[in-house]
């Protein structure tokens, strides 16, 4: 017997309530605030007219905006590949390793990842800290790890704590899954060792790979309570990430329009890289 | 009939407790609760002495910790429409930012202009810049004065320092004496309001209202007087530079590395708490260094709060009845000091017994001194006509950037102070301000 049309959906349902309740609408009504601008008229409160693209093109004229883009843009191309390639040598490193320590590595490892952001950023906000800093205590500097110039990569240092073991244990779960006949048929053939990881391991590992690239592109350009909890330490500029600088449009200068006109922007690029990216990476070969 | 008499014996004793307290305005029968939002420590307790005198009226206090925290959520609320308490607290300098959303209420239609009197002078200029409209009752405020290490300023045979040319001849003093490992002062280089209470002091006005426009300099000559002078001792390494409430100014202050600094009056209570028994004692505050040696103290003020009233409000009489007597009443006073620290902004406040208190922090900390002696004196001395804009929270974030770029060596001062005017002045333009 065929089940009524209905059922699916009625499954689906709670999904699609709660997709269109805290996606869809959120978004929808982002958009919609981005068509507005405030009018003042002397004293008192602005009223908020309607604006057409005005927040758009303000957005494509705001140099700290798009500073904010680059500084990603600069940090992803550095955090990403340092720490994909430390999550895969240790995943690498834990799945050729035996016994009792395996497990106590992959608990370890992946540790940080439980910690939440903003605890994160507290304990190393006080790791950075000049006078207080055990390694300007044990190395007898005062290097300021604070300071505006550094501080971006103090922040990918905390990032890279945090998910380099979440990312391990993807890529580990990867590589555990390889069926074993694979590695038979490899050492029959006399591959070993790091031939065993170059020729078999590797490109199984590909598809994973991509998934956590594409994840943590998506993550690096949301990064927001790192900088914003190491900001009462020192100077940390505003626009350090595109979401600090959109939460204080709308927090500070209370210009929710024109945050969520740079929301939109954001996700749209976001959105984008991700695209450009899994284009050039399918080209290679299949995936 | 016992549930009367109760009432009536409770009120007749609440009565006497008041005595000295002006006549609040009549509460509102019937019941009410009200939403209060603040960060004053202890103030749930200072509450209950409200409830036993306002039998009918419940008071529901949430305490977001201050700061931006709080700011944003009732920027939001208030944006929203929805969610926001009856009474919130805000500083000074945040207050127009808020009367600009319009989600204040104008308190004078409730009669508020009656309490001007009981109030310092320059703090009702604050929460009511035009004299006609209020939107707000004053709380506490932060009127300048210097707190130093007496026992390490003898140590290095340094005089207390009464204008800033011998603060800055001590500097240079303690920095030699002890081969450039201890500093006579600090530049709190993320607040704009540290520095703006500086230039205050002497007569610098950032903002102004012009007619139907406003006026903005933040790089006006005093300003750059001020931070001119400070760049100076900074760059020869005479003062630091560490970060206001960091660990590591407070570590540096204890272990006697920083042994002096210009804080409001809330911010003795922060050094006894912050230090505990580290140089406990030891300490002093003196008036504010002058330009000009004199007799009258001119001072500036660096933060201090406000209670408003949200336009969401359902209780508006009870809410501002309530943030009357929260700042104007004896016993909240009292609480309000010895719980939270805060420097009463009303007049017969500045007299209280209590601030005199030697046995008790912050007093206790800084010897036994008569320390509200000092800001009560400063307070006085406080320019009354200084004003905010409403869109001071971009200024307050700008600064630090201009402040960083300067300590980095890539602006002078002066440089540093016109790029924080030109580009704040550009951010209240993109706003719609009619500024210039």
Redesign the interface.
Same mark, same amino acid.
């Given at each position: 017997m065929k089940p009524p049309r209905a059922v699916p959906w009625l499954f689906l349902s709670p999904f699609l309530v709660l997709f269109a309740a805290f996606y869809v609408a959120p978004v929808l009504y982002a958009g919609y605030l981005s068509l507005f601008i405030?009018? &003042?008229a =002397?004293? =008192?409160?602005?009223k908020e007219v309607f604006g057409g693209l005005t927040n758009y093109v &303000?957005a494509f004229q705001d140099s700290e905006f798009l500073t904010s883009l680059l500084n990603i843009l600069k940090f992803a191309a550095v955090q990403i590949p340092l720490m994909i390639v430390l999550a895969t040598a240790l995943a690498l490193a834990l799945d050729a390793s035996r016994g009792r320590l395996q497990g106590f590595f992959r608990t370890a490892f992946y540790l940080p990842y439980t910690i939440p952001s903003v605890i994160a950023g507290l304990l190393w906000g /006080?790791l950075y800290? &000049? +006078? @207080?800093s055990p390694f300007n205590q044990i190395t007898g500097r005062s290097f300021d790890f604070l300071g505006? *110039?550094v501080v971006l990569w103090s922040i990918a240092n905390i990032v890279t704590w945090t998910w380099t073991g979440y990312n391990m244990i993807t890529l580990y779960a990867a590589l555990q899954n390889i069926p074993s006949d694979l590695y038979e048929a490899a050492r029959i053939d006399g591959a070993d060792g790091w031939n065993l990881t170059r020729f078999i391991k590797l490109p199984l590992l590909k598809p994973s790979l991509l998934l956590v690239l594409i994840f943590s592109i998506i993550g690096t350009m949301q990064i927001f309570s790192e900088p914003f909890v190491i900001r009462? @330490?020192? /100077?940390v500029? *505003?626009n350090i990430t595109p979401n600090t600088y959109l939460y @204080?449009v709308a927090? &500070? *200068? =209370? +210009?929710?329009s024109y945050a969520a006109t740079l929301a939109i922007l954001l996700a749209v690029f976001t959105l984008l890289l991700s695209a450009v990216f899994l284009r050039f990476t399918r080209r290679g070969g299949e995936v | 009939m016992n549930k009367v008499l109760m009432t009536a014996l409770t009120a007749l004793l609440a009565g006497s407790a008041l005595a000295a307290d002006p006549a609040f305005p009549k509460a509102p029968s019937g019941k009410v609760t009200l939403e209060v939002w603040s960060w004053v420590p202890g103030l749930d307790k200072t509450v209950q002495a409200f409830e036993k005198a306002y039998p009918n009226i419940d008071v529901k206090v949430t305490n977001l910790g201050g700061g931006p925290q709080t700011y944003t959520k009732l920027l939001t609320t208030l944006k929203a429409g929805t969610g926001a308490p009856d009474v919130a607290q805000i500083e000074y300098g945040f207050l127009p930012a808020f009367v600009d959303t319009g989600g204040l209420t104008d308190l004078s239609t409730l009669g508020a202009n009656n309490y001007k009197k009981y109030f310092v002078p320059w703090t009702w200029g604050q929460v009511s810049p035009d004299g006609k409209a209020v939107f707000a009752i004053p709380q506490d405020t932060g009127p300048f004065a210097m707190v130093y290490n007496d026992a390490a300023l003898k140590k290095y045979g340094v005089a207390v320092p009464r204008t800033w040319a011998e603060y800055e001849k001590a500097a240079a003093t303690v920095y030699t004496k002890s081969g450039g490992q201890v500093k006579l002062g600090n530049f709190y280089a993320t607040f704009a309001p540290w520095f703006m209470a500086l230039a205050w002091a002497d007569g610098a006005q950032f903002f102004k209202r012009d007619g139907d426009r406003w006026v903005q300099t933040l790089n006006n000559p005093t300003a750059k007087k001020v931070l001119n002078y400070w760049y100076g001792m900074i760059k020869k390494g005479h003062v630091g530079t560490l970060n206001a409430f960091t660990s590591d100014y407070w570590n540096a202050v204890g272990a006697g590395k920083v042994l002096s600094n210009m804080e409001a009056a809330w911010g003795p209570g922060g050094y006894a708490g912050s230090l505990k028994n580290k140089t406990a004692g030891q300490w002093r505050a003196a008036n504010l260094p002058q330009w000009t040696a004199g007799s009258t103290v001119r001072s500036g003020n660096w933060g201090g709060s406000s209670n408003v009233v949200t336009a969401q409000s359902k209780n508006k009489e009870a809410a501002m009845l309530f943030s009357l007597w929260l700042n104007l009443s004896q016993s909240a006073i009292t609480n309000n000091w010895v719980n939270g620290g805060l420097f009463p902004a009303s007049d017969a406040g500045l007299d209280l017994a209590v601030l005199k208190d030697k046995t008790k922090n912050p007093s206790k900390f800084f010897g036994g001194q008569d320390i509200s002696a000092v800001y009560a004196r400063a307070s006085r001395g406080v320019n009354v006509n200084f004003q905010w804009a409403p869109w001071f929270p971009f200024a307050n974030d700008n600064f630090n950037k201009q402040m960083d770029l300067m300590l980095k060596g890539r602006l002078t001062p002066d440089q540093a102070l016109d790029a924080w005017q030109r580009e704040t002045l550009a951010e209240a333009k993109k706003q719609g301000y009619d500024v210039r």
């Amino acid at each position: 017997m065929k089940p009524p049309r209905a059922v699916p959906w009625l499954f689906l349902s709670p999904f699609l309530v709660l997709f269109a309740a805290f996606y869809v609408a959120p978004v929808l009504y982002a958009g919609y605030l981005s068509l507005f601008i405030k009018k &003042r008229a =002397g004293f =008192g409160p602005a009223k908020e007219v309607f604006g057409g693209l005005t927040n758009y093109v &303000r957005a494509f004229q705001d140099s700290e905006f798009l500073t904010s883009l680059l500084n990603i843009l600069k940090f992803a191309a550095v955090q990403i590949p340092l720490m994909i390639v430390l999550a895969t040598a240790l995943a690498l490193a834990l799945d050729a390793s035996r016994g009792r320590l395996q497990g106590f590595f992959r608990t370890a490892f992946y540790l940080p990842y439980t910690i939440p952001s903003v605890i994160a950023g507290l304990l190393w906000g /006080y790791l950075y800290s &000049r +006078n @207080l800093s055990p390694f300007n205590q044990i190395t007898g500097r005062s290097f300021d790890f604070l300071g505006s *110039d550094v501080v971006l990569w103090s922040i990918a240092n905390i990032v890279t704590w945090t998910w380099t073991g979440y990312n391990m244990i993807t890529l580990y779960a990867a590589l555990q899954n390889i069926p074993s006949d694979l590695y038979e048929a490899a050492r029959i053939d006399g591959a070993d060792g790091w031939n065993l990881t170059r020729f078999i391991k590797l490109p199984l590992l590909k598809p994973s790979l991509l998934l956590v690239l594409i994840f943590s592109i998506i993550g690096t350009m949301q990064i927001f309570s790192e900088p914003f909890v190491i900001r009462p @330490l020192g /100077y940390v500029p *505003d626009n350090i990430t595109p979401n600090t600088y959109l939460y @204080l449009v709308a927090t &500070r *200068d =209370g +210009n929710f329009s024109y945050a969520a006109t740079l929301a939109i922007l954001l996700a749209v690029f976001t959105l984008l890289l991700s695209a450009v990216f899994l284009r050039f990476t399918r080209r290679g070969g299949e995936v | 009939m016992n549930k009367v008499l109760m009432t009536a014996l409770t009120a007749l004793l609440a009565g006497s407790a008041l005595a000295a307290d002006p006549a609040f305005p009549k509460a509102p029968s019937g019941k009410v609760t009200l939403e209060v939002w603040s960060w004053v420590p202890g103030l749930d307790k200072t509450v209950q002495a409200f409830e036993k005198a306002y039998p009918n009226i419940d008071v529901k206090v949430t305490n977001l910790g201050g700061g931006p925290q709080t700011y944003t959520k009732l920027l939001t609320t208030l944006k929203a429409g929805t969610g926001a308490p009856d009474v919130a607290q805000i500083e000074y300098g945040f207050l127009p930012a808020f009367v600009d959303t319009g989600g204040l209420t104008d308190l004078s239609t409730l009669g508020a202009n009656n309490y001007k009197k009981y109030f310092v002078p320059w703090t009702w200029g604050q929460v009511s810049p035009d004299g006609k409209a209020v939107f707000a009752i004053p709380q506490d405020t932060g009127p300048f004065a210097m707190v130093y290490n007496d026992a390490a300023l003898k140590k290095y045979g340094v005089a207390v320092p009464r204008t800033w040319a011998e603060y800055e001849k001590a500097a240079a003093t303690v920095y030699t004496k002890s081969g450039g490992q201890v500093k006579l002062g600090n530049f709190y280089a993320t607040f704009a309001p540290w520095f703006m209470a500086l230039a205050w002091a002497d007569g610098a006005q950032f903002f102004k209202r012009d007619g139907d426009r406003w006026v903005q300099t933040l790089n006006n000559p005093t300003a750059k007087k001020v931070l001119n002078y400070w760049y100076g001792m900074i760059k020869k390494g005479h003062v630091g530079t560490l970060n206001a409430f960091t660990s590591d100014y407070w570590n540096a202050v204890g272990a006697g590395k920083v042994l002096s600094n210009m804080e409001a009056a809330w911010g003795p209570g922060g050094y006894a708490g912050s230090l505990k028994n580290k140089t406990a004692g030891q300490w002093r505050a003196a008036n504010l260094p002058q330009w000009t040696a004199g007799s009258t103290v001119r001072s500036g003020n660096w933060g201090g709060s406000s209670n408003v009233v949200t336009a969401q409000s359902k209780n508006k009489e009870a809410a501002m009845l309530f943030s009357l007597w929260l700042n104007l009443s004896q016993s909240a006073i009292t609480n309000n000091w010895v719980n939270g620290g805060l420097f009463p902004a009303s007049d017969a406040g500045l007299d209280l017994a209590v601030l005199k208190d030697k046995t008790k922090n912050p007093s206790k900390f800084f010897g036994g001194q008569d320390i509200s002696a000092v800001y009560a004196r400063a307070s006085r001395g406080v320019n009354v006509n200084f004003q905010w804009a409403p869109w001071f929270p971009f200024a307050n974030d700008n600064f630090n950037k201009q402040m960083d770029l300067m300590l980095k060596g890539r602006l002078t001062p002066d440089q540093a102070l016109d790029a924080w005017q030109r580009e704040t002045l550009a951010e209240a333009k993109k706003q719609g301000y009619d500024v210039r």
